[in-house]
C-alpha cells in the first residue's frame, strides 16, 4: 500500500532564569522565549511485501527574542532530506 505522511509541530520554550541580550551583548530584564516549528512530509511505495522505498523531508525553523547570536544561535532553519528502504519482518 502506498502511503502519504504530514505533520506539523510548533513549540514554545520559556526560560526563567535565562535573560535575553541587545545587538550588542548587553544584558536585558526580558526572559528569553524560544518558538520552534516544523513541517514534516513523507512517502513509503511497497516494492514487495515487506520492501518499501520510503523518502520523507522536513522543514523547521526556530525564533527566539534574544537579538546577540554571536556564541550561540537561537534563530535559525532547517531542512532534513531521508531517501532509502525499510524491511519489515
Do not use: H
Not at 2 to 29: C, E, H, P, W
Not at 50 to 70: D, I, M, V
Request: glycine share 6%.
Amino acid at each position: 500500500m502506498i502511503t502519504f505522511d504530514t505533520g506539523y509541530m510548533v513549540a514554545r520554550k520559556d526560560y526563567r532564569s535565562r535573560v535575553i541580550q541587545d545587538s550588542a551583548g548587553n544584558y536585558l530584564n526580558e526572559k528569553l522565549n524560544v518558538e520552534e516549528s516544523s513541517l514534516d512530509f513523507g512517502f513509503g511505495y511497497p516494492l514487495s511485501k515487506n520492501f518499501k522505498l520510503k523518502t520523507t523531508a522536513s522543514f523547521g525553523r526556530s525564533k527566539s527574542n534574544n537579538q546577540y547570536e554571536a556564541l550561540y544561535r537561537y534563530s535559525y532553519s532547517n531542512a532534513n532530506y531521508l531517501f532509502g528502504f525499510t524491511y519489515d519482518y
